[in-house]
């Protein structure tokens, strides 16, 4: 399932015998380097236990009330009238040990199978941004045209493992039918794994329908294994939304994956300091998982951080920024702790596909190594904390990446013999360059960059003084031209779209 | 001495005593995570065998018969018609035990004493390079107008704690005497520590002069603490070349500090392999500490790496990329084994400050965090793989650099408490803006950025939709406009002044 597992340190040949990746290539990826800890043992178990006085002494509102049948019938205490519910310490201990430490996705090619859990970790495509910009054609609001695009772009590059949802809102689509269309793009221009939107059950059915025939499923090999994935925002904080749990309780009554992610942003919906951030952000995240497990034990779902603050001057999220990454390790060794399967995010805030919108991504991403996470959304052209999706930034993301999972490639020092006798020839003062020890080796020894130009200045000043994001902008032009869609079973197709088709008619538009 | 020492976790309030630090507050940082591991203990131990059998059987050339001198009194064979000397296991083990874990390094203002070992690290201005750029006046060869201005911002800037080297060379300044020109500025400009460049045995002495005249220090005094550092860089493979060997024994014998750092670009001065190059790289750091060692037993030096390949495409130095960020943690567990403090750099190749400089940088500075180093030399400022320092980079790294410190600033959990009391007023679905435990703390609560620009886009564009690069290049001027020299002894002022006259007079010219 996994084409990771096979990429573990020592097992092959780094030199010779492995390909360099080229930005098209499928590149699941392991983590090299450990999980870093920013606390200690001690310190995450009283966030641990802290996290549990909130939920048995203030609560947290569940919006919907099959949501709180559930939660009454399990022991927990609910106010219907508030839809407050309180939890004992040992109901939220004894249902969150329901949760699987790892589980794979199996999308319509089998071949792009996710596993997470373990050293693997996953990076998707942008999501849900309202607006799309370009060099070209500067910003605009989201539309079908980007959105298939950028579905395009997402299929073609190596790195990107998943459709973290919408990588960009269609917005000239009416709502009432764009998880039809949208859905049907997912299945028909790409083969990888995709979010679906699990607002409202009607939907989140519709969607699971178009997953059985894209697939090639019926309903109970549908629930043999998680095929796609939601997200479960808590609006924090302390709420969790009707039409989110509706939607993701009928994920989870199909063994689909379901994402807890509190959008608990520092200073706003969380307290501003580390600790009550924590708490907050832990309680929620236990609160909503042992829910899930309630409705279905041993359903997969993954243990969501998009951890940071909002700027104090300007009320804007912060992304990128070394709060963020110290809040993202300690919520890392939380997940950890429960053994859940990680989500967190690649985030910027940047208008620019510049220096600011580089170092807030690269440091982004650096946060996702380093707190051991196993899935990280959002990874793939964000701008303007999630306001925008740039086409650019797409590849400039893919680019940094790239750089991450090629630090995991095989290392293989069994070379020496041969390498110390190349030292031998070569003597002092000599140099390397057409030894056979080099030239046996030169094509693969090292990574190859997708945008950076290591020219000369003079060469690079001659070639137009183009800078990276000139330089992203034609290579995603080129990427798009030589786009293939990728193989499809024409009676699938023609199902899935006669499916749309129908249910477009029963919601009341004709438009397709 | 160490400013960073009472910066240890949990050793302050980080909420509420500590202010947000600016630009130009004096920053020594310590490590807030542990250093990463590529290697095995066992392959590190494989490594260090092939290099003292590399040492052994295949020797090394030191270019100075002095130098050659001393080896042979010290036991190892020497070959005087080659230079070649070739070293016994046990000789290289038993002298590179004499190098110290830490030492201090006290420049004129004690206050700005920097510590190397431990969990301390230290980033440098930029040094050596021939070109200058900034967004206003392009690129150009450097001049001492444009060196001491980037002196100048390197005092400002609170997170560069010395000057690797020039920022850039003053070529309009004769190159017999610049060295004199350069340490007057040194010593007037700026309070912070140095790097002298210790080509020959006469411009070292002078510049010790000097700094003995700035310091207020006897020749005994300067003995007692390293108050200076050069860089000894081996011209790999296996060349010590006779001025630098000239200069750095000099220091030595005044106990000042030498940074060892082979210039062994895999592919083309060590071989392409990581594990050959790893074998040279660390032969080369082992006879040159050694032999530093011989001079003066437990003189301060660092074992030093800028390790990276060449491009093979273009013959480029790559810097900022994967292959060296493993390179170097695989280097940084080498110098932890023989336990002395590692110098490292920031290396960017990009022709403009965009996102190709913030990647190659981010990626550099996590290389240098990573690997546990000590000292990161060229920090502030480096394009085009060293050939030009860039003012509005200068301000790009400060940026990065500081978000790499904020990482460290102590983590306090102790209002628990307090913060579980704001959870419970603010309750389901309310916000923290207003709280209490939000207005108490607000004003100090995160990482204030340098550069970026956290507004929406509308208000972004409004104000000229200005990248990151430009905004630096705002902040540099006012920066300069705002510089004030230290304060300094005016009779000191006017010997160090007299100092440099003379000895222009004695090399041959009259020019001040």
Redesign the interface.
């Known amino acids: 399932m996994n084409a990771g597992k096979n990429r573990r340190r020592g097992g092959r040949q780094?030199?010779s015998a492995e390909p360099v990746r080229q930005e098209q290539d499928w590149m699941p990826a392991k983590r090299?380097?450990?999980p870093?800890?920013?606390?200690s043992a001690d310190?995450i178990e009283?966030?641990h236990n802290?996290s549990l006085?909130?939920l048995r002494?203030?609560?947290?509102?569940f919006m919907l009330p099959e949501a709180l049948d559930i939660l009454e019938q399990e022991g927990a205490r609910v106010d219907r009238e508030?839809?407050?519910v309180k939890f004992d310490p040992e109901i939220v201990e004894s249902w969150i040990k329901h949760a699987p430490p790892d589980f794979t996705i199996v999308p319509r090619n089998g071949e792009r199978s996710l596993h997470f859990g373990g050293d693997d970790i996953v990076y998707g495509s942008i999501a849900s941004t309202p607006n799309v910009m370009d060099l070209d054609n500067g910003?605009r609001p989201g539309n079908k045209k980007d959105f298939q695009n950028l579905v395009k772009l997402s299929h073609m590059i190596g790195s990107c493992g998943l459709m973290s949802g919408y990588p960009v809102e269609p917005i000239d689509l009416p709502a009432n039918h764009r998880h039809l269309d949208c859905a049907y793009d997912f299945l028909t221009l790409t083969d990888k794994a995709f979010r679906l939107y699990a607002i409202g059950e009607t939907r989140t059915k519709d969607t699971l329908e178009m997953i059985k025939i894209g697939l090639g499923l019926d309903q109970d090999q549908l629930k043999q294994s998680p095929r796609a994935f939601a997200v479960l925002n808590v609006?924090s904080?302390?709420?969790v939304d009707a039409p989110l749990l509706e939607g993701c309780m009928e994920l989870t009554r199909n063994n689909q994956a379901v994402i807890v992610t509190p959008v608990a942003f520092?200073?706003?919906?969380?307290?501003?300091?580390?600790?009550?951030?924590l708490?907050?952000h832990n309680a929620e995240c236990l609160a909503a998982i042992a829910f899930l497990q309630m409705v279905k034990p041993g359903a997969p779902v993954f243990y969501g951080s998009i951890f940071t603050?909002i700027?104090?001057?300007?009320g804007?999220p912060?992304f990128g920024?070394?709060?963020s990454?110290?809040g993202m390790?300690a919520t890392g060794q939380l997940a950890r702790r429960y053994n859940i399967p990680q989500r967190v995010f690649n985030g910027s805030?940047?208008?620019?596909?510049?220096?600011?919108?580089?170092?807030?991504s690269?440091?982004s991403l650096?946060a996702a190594y380093?707190c051991g996470s196993h899935l990280v959304l959002h990874a793939h052209g964000m701008m303007?904390?999630g306001?925008?999706t740039s086409y650019e930034k797409v590849l400039?993301d893919a680019?940094?990446i790239q750089?991450?999972?090629?630090?995991s490639?095989p290392?293989?020092?069994?070379?020496?013999d041969?390498?110390?006798e190349?030292?031998?020839s070569?003597?002092?003062?000599?140099?390397?360059?057409g030894?056979p020890?080099?030239m046996s080796?030169?094509?693969t020894?090292?990574?190859e960059?997708l945008?950076?130009?290591?020219?000369?200045?003079e060469f690079?000043?001659k070639d137009g003084?183009q800078?990276?994001?000139k330089r992203a902008n034609t290579k995603w032009k080129k990427m798009l031209n030589e786009y293939e869609k990728p193989a499809i079973d024409p009676a699938i197709n023609e199902e899935l779209h006669d499916f749309v088709k129908r249910r477009k008619h029963e919601i009341g538009t004709n438009e397709i």
């Open positions: 780094r030199s090299a380097l450990k870093a800890e920013v606390l310190e009283n966030i802290r006085e909130v002494d203030i609560g947290i509102e508030t839809g407050i910003r609006n904080p302390l709420r520092s200073g706003a919906m969380s307290p501003i300091t580390l600790s009550g951030s708490i907050q603050n700027d104090m001057k300007t804007a912060a920024t070394p709060d990454l110290v390790i805030t940047s208008n620019a596909v510049d220096a600011q919108a580089a170092y807030e690269m440091f650096w380093l303007e904390a306001l925008t400039l680019e940094m750089m991450m999972n090629a630090m490639r290392i293989d020092l069994s070379d020496a041969e390498a110390v190349a030292i031998r070569v003597g002092a003062g000599g140099h390397f360059l030894t020890h080099t080796r030169y094509k020894a090292f990574h960059p945008l950076s130009d290591w020219r000369p200045y690079w000043q003084s800078d990276t994001a």
